[in-house]
């Protein structure tokens, strides 16, 4: 199949999935709330694109950052200002579009609205007044992250998004303390500014075994996510000029005692016994499977009573 063959097939695919998409329920008087791509354009999801044209306004955190994606998708919706310096009166503006029947949609600058980004307070105001919030989903730095970085299992799923944190060192390193000490991967959001000296603080505060997943750029061209241990932090980032630039996501993983304490004293023992007559990955799917104990905890232990062992 040449190229013309190939972009006619897949133009009249997309046209296919426009038409139903356009065709599902639209409902009026209500709140969109649409996640839209965190850097890469083509990653505004096809529901999101009829939301956003069929909507009668856009409330956007900043109309100037938000018209080049609107434009590159042939958006002419109109935009209104709704951002956390007017947020109060920007919900009571949408209330009175809705009342009036209209579509309203509501982004923020990239990602989700409402998640660590203004917009909160005006989808509260919506459900207070009686009035439908639709949720739109798509991308999101927090997902994308931990896609990337493989700190959690589907034994292990938990995670906490702590959003930004402190700009002050004090006040930064006892926020580390308190998040860190938490019995799951902390991921947190940084700028390019700040961010070598919030992982010096880390390394403080945590010392150097613990691992940090640093995730720069994501869905851009230059886009790198790197596991290391702390110790090494301060080395990557000199060892190329460019990579202290960008957006960060950075992802404290659990700490190594964390670990520990999530396999009581009755499933270590089970575990061991059965070292003794199986594989470590046969003995680690029968411990998890009789104790319920997390997965990825018990292989980790289980490696290094191997290890231990040989030696």
Not at 68 to 92: C, K, Q, Y
Not at 197 to 222: C, H, N, Q, Y
Not at 226 to 250: I, K, Y
Request: charged residues 25%.
């Amino acid at each position: 199949m040449n190229d013309d063959s190939q972009f006619m097939e897949a133009s009249a695919t997309w046209k296919h999935l426009a038409e139903r998409v356009a065709g599902q329920h639209w409902p009026t008087a209500a709140l969109y709330v649409v996640a839209t791509p965190i850097g890469n354009l083509g990653d505004l999801g096809l529901r999101a694109w009829q939301a956003l044209r069929q909507c009668d306004v856009i409330a956007a955190e900043d109309t100037r950052s938000s018209r080049p994606l609107l434009d590159a998708w042939g958006i002419s919706t109109p935009l209104m200002a709704a951002h956390r310096h007017n947020e109060a009166a920007a919900a009571d503006a949408i209330v009175q579009r809705l009342e009036a029947g209209e579509r309203v949609a509501l982004i923020s600058d990239a990602g989700a609205p409402a998640v660590s980004d203004p917009g909160g307070r005006i989808v509260r105001r919506v459900r207070e007044a009686g009035y439908q919030v639709v949720p739109i989903p798509g991308a999101s730095a927090v997902i994308t992250a931990l896609m990337a970085a493989g700190v959690t299992s589907d034994e292990n799923p938990a995670f906490i998004f702590a959003g930004f944190a402190p700009p002050k060192q004090g006040a930064r390193r006892k926020w580390l303390q308190k998040w860190g000490a938490m019995a799951a991967p902390v991921v947190l959001f940084e700028s390019p500014h700040r961010v070598r000296a919030t992982v010096d603080d880390m390394l403080a505060v945590w010392g150097p075994t613990r691992r940090l997943s640093i995730a720069r750029e994501l869905t851009k061209r230059f886009e790198q996510v790197e596991t290391l241990a702390l110790a090494d932090a301060a080395a990557w980032f000199d060892a190329e000029s460019h990579r202290s630039q960008g957006e960060f996501v950075l992802i404290l993983h659990e700490a190594e005692a964390a670990v520990g304490d999530a396999i009581d004293a009755q499933a270590l023992t089970l575990l061991d016994a059965l070292l003794e007559v199986l594989s470590v990955r046969d003995a680690v799917k029968v411990a998890a499977k009789v104790s319920g104990a997390p997965r990825d905890a018990l292989y980790a232990v289980a490696l290094e009573r191997s290890a231990s062992r040989d030696s």
